[in-house]
C-alpha cells in the first residue's frame, strides 16, 4: 500500500517537473525570439538620437523613458537582448565544448596530459572569475568578442572537472570492458559510450551557467571592458547612465530589468533541466 503511495507521488512529481519544464522552455525560447527579432519589434531606432527627447520619464510615448541622447530605452532595452542574450550562448556552448572535450580525454587516457590539464584548471581556478577576466580583457581592449573570449579562457575549467569524474567513472563500468573486447578502439568507446552518458550533468551545467555567464559579461561591460558605445548591450547601458541614478532611475533600471528577467528565465529552466534528469524522477517516467 505504502509503495503504491509512494509511486503515485513520484508520478505526480515527474508529470508536474515536465509540466515546469515545457512552461520554461517556452518563455526562454520566446525570449529568444524576440531578441533575434528585436529590430523588428523596436518601436523606435534605437541608435536615433533625438536631443529635444532626452531624459524624458516613462510615458505611453517611451513606456521605458529616454537617455540622455534622447533615445528610446525600450528599444534600446530590445536590442540590446541580442547582443547579451546571443553572447552569452555563445560563450556557454563554446567553454562547454571545450571543456568537456578535454575533461573526457584527460579522465580516459590520464597520465602526463591529465596532470598538466588540471594543474593549469587549478591556475584558473585560484583567482576570482570577474577579476581574471578583467585582467584577460583589459590585455585584449576590450569589446564583446574580447570579453566573450576573456571569460572562454577562465570558464572552462568546471565543463573539464565534471567531465574528467564523470569519465573516470565510467571508464572502468562493465560496458566499457564489453566494448573493449568487442574490437572498439579508444576513439569509438569515447564518442560512442562515454560521451553519451556524460551528457546531462554536462547539460545541467551549462544551463544553470547561463545566468551566471550573462550577469559576468554585464559586468564587464558594465566596467569598460566588453561591449563598447553606442552599441546596445545591457552592461554598457548601465554604465553610461549609473551617474544619473539618483535623478534618473529609468536609465539604469531599464536595463537592468532585462538582465533579472533573462537571469531569472534561464536559472528556472536550468533548476527545472536539473529536476527532470534526476534519476529518482526518471524511474516514474
Partial sequence: MSEGITVRRQKRKSSHTKWKLCFFLTLVILLMVIALFSEQLAP???????LMEAM?????KHIMGTDQHGRDMF???????????????ALVAVIALFGTVVG??????????????????????????????MAVAALLGGGI??????LAVISWPKYSRVARSQTLALKTAPFISAARLSGCGSNQIILRHILPNILGPIL?????????????????????LGAKPPVAEWGNMMSSGRSM?????????????????????FNLLGDTVRDYLDPR?????
Wanted: proline share 5%; hydrophobic share 45%; aromatic share 10%.
Fill in 104 to 133: 573526457t580525454l584527460c579522465g580516459y587516457y590520464g597520465g602526463r596530459l591529465d596532470s598538466l590539464v588540471m594543474r593549469i584548471s587549478d591556475v584558473c581556478l585560484a583567482f576570482p572569475g570577474l577579476v581574471f577576466a
Fill in 56 to 60: 524624458q520619464p516613462p510615458s505611453t
Fill in 75 to 89: 528599444s534600446r532595452v530590445l536590442v540590446g537582448g541580442r547582443t547579451s542574450i546571443f553572447a552569452t550562448l
Fill in 245 to 265: 541614478l539618483q535623478m534618473y532611475p529609468w536609465v539604469v533600471l531599464s536595463p537592468g530589468i532585462g538582465i533579472f528577467i533573462s537571469v531569472a528565465l
Fill in 281 to 285: 524522477n526518471s524511474r516514474s517516467r
Fill in 44 to 50: 523606435y531606432d534605437p541608435y536615433e538620437q533625438n
Fill in 204 to 224: 545541467v551545467t551549462a544551463m544553470l551557467d547561463i545566468g551566471t555567464m550573462m550577469m559576468e559579461l554585464a559586468g564587464l561591460s558594465f566596467l569598460g
Fill in 145 to 150: 568578442s574580447n570579453a566573450v573570449l576573456a
